[in-house]
């Protein structure tokens, strides 16, 4: 299962997510997908993860999923436009 997912989650809830993740992915990497994060939609929760090359995190919310599936994303582009998104939902 790959790309093409549809989820709707709190906006707050994946900013607060992304933050916390955000600390363990890699600014400045060799190895480019060091600096993305993974996202897995699957069983009703949408679960992030980030790795550096020592350590990885996992934080999963709640979400109203529509089509299951995974993906990587660049952590910073990705955060950037949650941000600026002012809605409640995502």
Partial sequence: MSGNFEIEVLTKDLIHALNLVG???????????????KLDIADGMLSITATSADISMKISINGNIIREGSSTVNNITFSE???KISDETI
Avoid: D, M, P, S
């Fill in 23 to 37: 600390g363990i992915v890699e600014k400045r990497t060799v190895k480019a997908i060091l600096g993305n994060i």
């Fill in 81 to 83: 436009i949650v941000r």
